[in-house]
């Protein structure tokens, strides 16, 4: 049966807390492989800002929770950063303006590490973007893949810290975003060597529609499950309802 939209997938799925280093409890959801199987990566979501209803269900995210776990092998942790409201619930503290989400960011890979979670990817999209930038440059993390980043918080000592990591950076611009745009993009991220920009023909910021879905979630199993690249769209196994 073709995946669609709506499409849940198995997963073991468990919820969450993080617990922040200025002690703030943030709500959360852990989606692992079905069946007990190990994941082979994991992306910890960091989601659009919040002030414009960002949240840990937005869609691409979701969907990567509903799909990739029985798809690719990947274990999917989102979370709502703090003051943050979903259907899971409301994470503790106040917007920080991308300033004190750095505690977030730090307790989302924290909770990945204790948990032996593998090679960690950050996926941020748009206001995520920015916390992966600013605070995500951890030993722990592999990599950080990029969905519609406006760069208006990121700076040049954030990039040279990425840059200087030599860890990968995947940002997928699409061509009509409201705030940059494929070819500004390349020339703000050759600042980070092993950066690369994919521009998305057609695509708007908020990646709305299936087609696009399919372009992000086989771009990120490129490089975190290139085995399960590419993703197949159809599924012949059981299918579960979106209870979370």
């Not at 307790?107 to 999209?125: C, D, M, Q, T, V």
């Not at 918080?153 to 990591?165: I, K, L, N, P």
């Given at each position: 049966m073709e995946i669609r939209a709506s499409t849940v997938l198995p997963a073991e799925r468990r919820p969450i807390t993080l617990h922040t280093a200025d002690d703030l409890e943030l709500v959360g959801e852990l989606a692992l492989p079905p069946g007990g199987a190990k994941p082979v990566a994991t992306l910890v979501c960091l989601h659009p800002l919040p002030t414009a209803e960002g949240m840990m269900d937005s869609h691409v995210l979701r969907k990567a929770a509903f799909r990739l776990p029985a798809l690719a092998g990947v274990a999917v942790l989102r979370f709502n950063t703090r003051g943050t409201t979903s259907r899971r619930g409301t994470s503790q503290g106040e917007f920080?303006?991308?300033?004190?989400?750095?505690?977030?960011?730090?307790?989302?890979?924290?909770?990945?590490?204790?948990?032996?979670?593998?090679?960690?990817?950050?996926?941020?999209?748009?206001?995520?973007?920015?916390?992966?930038?600013?605070?995500?440059?951890?030993?722990?993390?592999?990599?950080?893949?990029?969905?519609?980043?406006?760069?208006?918080?990121?700076?040049?000592?954030?990039?040279?810290?990425?840059?200087?990591?030599?860890?990968?950076?995947?940002?997928?611009?699409?061509e009509f975003d409201d705030y940059l745009r494929p070819d500004e993009a390349r020339t703000r991220f050759s600042a980070i060597p092993r950066a690369e920009v994919i521009g998305v023909d057609n695509a708007k910021h908020l990646w709305v529609g299936e087609p696009y879905v399919r372009i992000v979630l086989d771009e990120v199993v490129r490089r975190v499950a290139p085995d399960a690249h590419p993703l197949p769209t159809e599924w012949d196994g059981p299918f579960e309802r979106d209870t979370m």
């Open positions: 920080g303006e991308g300033e004190a989400e750095r505690y977030d960011v730090a307790a989302a890979i924290e909770f990945a590490e204790f948990e032996g979670l593998p090679n960690p990817w950050l996926l941020g999209w748009s206001f995520g973007t920015e916390l992966a930038l600013k605070w995500g440059c951890d030993p722990e993390v592999s990599g950080a893949i990029l969905l519609s980043p406006p760069l208006h918080r990121t700076t040049e000592a954030d990039m040279a810290v990425w840059a200087e990591s030599g860890k990968p950076v995947v940002a997928l611009v699409p």
